[in-house]
């Protein structure tokens, strides 16, 4: 499994972070563009997932949300460090359980599900993630797989109940 070194870095933007060029290449240059990542910060730890995005300047930059500051504790001009793995993960996220369960047990929804771009399962499984109660989870990925099957496309309609 590939992993780089931990390296320190601060935030670049508002929402981003500038990954070194050797760490960067590291997953690249073997046609990883999604990673595992593991944030620390004064004793703090999170883990997640996301991409490395190439800009034109030559640069290379990752996502790092507003939530994720507030989880590590970070703010602008706060250095914490950064440690990449490889994303191992079948979509590049890790998949809820209740929408896993749900897919399983309804053969139509996984095989439409499974035909979709990596992209569009990845929004699917955070639209379902983002819930905090299992019930809840469970009833949005039921609504989720319903639209799924009905053909339903964009993103505004999926746990729309028709």
Do not use: C
Not at 40 to 69: C, P, R
């Amino acid at each position: 499994m590939l992993k780089s070194e931990p390296f320190e870095i601060t935030l670049a933007t508002s929402h981003s972070v500038i990954i070194p060029e050797t760490a960067a290449r590291l997953f690249l240059n073997d046609n990883h563009k999604r990673v595992k990542v593991r944030a620390s910060f004064n004793g703090q730890s999170i883990s997640y997932h996301a991409a490395l995005v190439s800009k034109k300047d030559g640069s290379y930059t990752m996502y790092f949300s507003k939530e994720k500051q507030k989880q590590l504790g970070v703010f602008m001009n706060d250095y914490f460090e950064i440690q990449l793995f490889e994303d191992q993960s079948k979509y590049g996220v890790d998949m809820p359980e209740e929408l896993d369960a749900v897919l399983t047990s309804d053969y139509e929804a996984y095989s439409i599900f499974e035909n979709l771009t990596p992209g569009r399962q990845r929004s699917m499984i955070y639209t379902i993630k983002r819930y905090k109660s299992t019930q809840t989870r469970v009833d949005k990925a039921l609504i989720l797989t319903n639209n799924l099957k009905r053909g339903i496309t964009d993103p505004k309609l999926w746990l729309k109940q028709f």
